[in-house]
């Protein structure tokens, strides 16, 4: 039992740890492409293409980055309900349409950089949760394996299996 749930153990840990790769690629891509277009927002960088260069960047951030929020908000429109998932695909979505529709109109300013700093941020939270949860977890499975095999009975100083011992011992 205890081999079968150490393989378990140790199959959940490194699904864990590569899930955390996937989550902290993601994030070291969105907020590298992220910086650029804040950049130029926040410092009203204009010049020839500067929209272009904002929309072409968040793209990634926006549909790959992001496109877990979109799956879920998704998910759960279909079954007629919301979560916070819902409200990230809402706001990014709308901030990314906006801009745009911007683009085409000649909107002067554009939110481009809302979208995609929404979505870095995100993930950088999710990524702090699933490191710190992965870590007490580990924490978990390392106490799990200081249980002992055996018991000492004060009586006779045997050692008895835990497995055969009475649930009121």
Do not use: C
């Not at 279909?78 to 529709?101: E, P, W």
């Amino acid at each position: 039992f205890r081999s079968a749930l150490g393989r378990q153990s140790e199959i959940l840990a490194q699904k864990e740890q590569e899930h955390l790769e996937k989550l902290k690629r993601k994030l070291i891509i969105s907020a590298g492409l992220s910086a650029p277009v804040f950049a130029i927002s926040m410092f009203m960088l204009v010049f020839p293409g500067s929209n272009l260069i904002q929309l072409i960047l968040t793209i990634p951030i926006v549909f790959w980055a992001g496109r877990d929020f979109f799956r879920g908000a998704w998910d759960l429109a279909k079954q007629k309900t919301a979560n916070m998932d819902t409200l990230i695909a809402i706001g990014t979505g709308s901030a990314f349409l906006y801009s745009v529709y911007g683009i085409i109109i000649g909107v002067p300013h554009l939110y481009f950089e809302t979208a995609a700093l929404i979505v870095t941020l995100i993930l950088l939270g999710k990524y702090l949760e699933d490191k710190a949860k992965g870590q007490a977890n580990e924490a978990i499975r390392k106490l799990i394996g200081l249980q002992p095999d055996r018991k000492s009975t004060r009586l006779n100083s045997s050692h008895i299996p835990l497995s055969r011992m009475p649930s009121s011992a």
